[in-house]
């Protein structure tokens, strides 16, 4: 398994822009699909975009255009760019490793904070 902690979350205007960071440990970090989630306050857990190694990406329809998925190898990092964004999207974030773009996922942070208002 990998080790995921992420950063990056903070408090917003509506319009604004963010960049959340997800660090992982281990030496395997390159072959892992990464995939970034929400979860807002009464709401089950949301898809919001995935990495695969090769770095082919794919988006929730709801930030596509907005949000940009990202990663880097040499640093163990995958970034989430998020602009334009909206009070609905205020949640906590969560990076996720797995086998595929499509899952599972096995490893999980422990979430970042992402508050838009408006």
């Known amino acids: 398994q990998v080790q995921l902690v992420e950063s990056g979350g903070g408090l917003v205007q509506a319009g604004g822009s963010l960049r959340l960071s997800c660090a992982a440990s281990?030496?395997?970090?390159?072959?892992?699909?990464m995939g970034w989630f929400r979860q807002a306050p009464g709401k089950e857990r949301e898809f919001v975009a995935t990495?695969?190694?090769?770095?082919?990406?794919y988006y929730a329809d709801s930030v596509k255009g907005r949000f940009t998925i990202s990663r880097d190898n040499a640093k163990n990092t995958v970034y989430l760019q998020m602009n334009s964004l909206k009070p609905e999207d205020t949640a906590v974030y969560y990076c996720a490793a797995g086998t595929t773009m499509q899952g599972p996922f096995g490893s999980w942070g422990q979430g970042t904070q992402v508050t838009v208002s408006s």
């Open positions: 281990g030496r395997t970090f390159s072959s892992y699909a």
């Open positions: 990495i695969s190694w090769s770095r082919n990406t």
